[in-house]
């Protein structure tokens, strides 16, 4: 069985004061329920756990009846971090379910076929992430006004979502991490404490996530072409 954890218990701070990044109309609509919609049509996952903030589940139970998402899915609370807001998502998991794809709320674009992929990829290597190339040139400085050194950007990836792992694997690292108090950007770092290696699978469509205001309108671009390509 394959899952999905939907993370959607952040609270956007880079948005400004009290805003609520998931919940601004995009191409007509709140930009969670893109989100959902990618993994309620993906044809390789079978339910939904969508980690949210405590009292916003009423919110995310009309949304659902609201845009008619089909898949079975339940809703957790969150943590005081991602990898506590993943940790509880992981628990709610089926029984059964042995891959389990985990993607931020605010990553709007991301395709069926990058869902597949990593699926795939986390079926054969226990762990995979959506990763893009990095093709600006790359500087290092540690104080922020002065170039120290060059990077090989050669070498380098950004990594999105799906981060997609057996699900055994991922609770072992992130268990990992709990265990000595250790805070991880994403779960692929958690995975470097047991020595899980991480396949890259190449996102060769843009899946930016929206983060400032500025990623907002960049979004909105790319889900009206979208819209716009689908049959009639």
């Known amino acids: 069985m394959v899952e999905a ?117 986390a079926r054969e290597a226990g762990a995979a992430v959506a990763a893009q190339r990095v093709t600006d040139t790359v500087k290092e400085s540690g104080d922020g006004t002065w170039i120290e050194a060059h990077g090989d950007r050669s070498r380098l990836w950004m990594v999105q979502t799906p981060q997609t792992f057996r699900v055994e694997v991922i609770r072992r690292a992130l268990a990992a991490a709990r265990e000595r108090g250790l805070r991880v950007t994403d779960d692929t770092a958690a995975c470097e404490l047991t020595g899980q290696r991480v396949r890259l699978v190449e996102s060769a469509a843009p899946n930016p996530k929206v983060t400032t205001p500025t990623d907002l309108a960049y979004v909105e671009v790319l889900l009206r072409q979208r819209d716009s390509r689908r049959p009639r």
């Open 5 to 121: 954890i939907i993370v959607a218990a952040g609270l956007g701070t880079r948005m400004g004061p009290g805003v609520d990044k998931l919940f601004l109309p995009v191409a007509g609509r709140p930009l969670i329920t893109h989100t959902w919609q990618r993994f309620d049509q993906a044809a390789c996952i079978e339910a939904i756990v969508l980690v949210v903030r405590e009292r916003m589940q009423r919110a995310f139970t009309d949304l659902a009846r609201e845009y008619g998402f089909t898949k079975p899915h339940r809703l957790v609370v969150g943590g005081q971090e991602r990898q506590d807001s993943v940790w509880h998502g992981l628990q709610a998991l089926e029984p059964a379910c042995e891959i389990v794809a985990i993607q931020d709320g605010a990553r709007a674009c991301t395709t069926e076929a990058l869902i597949t992929a990593t699926v795939q990829a």
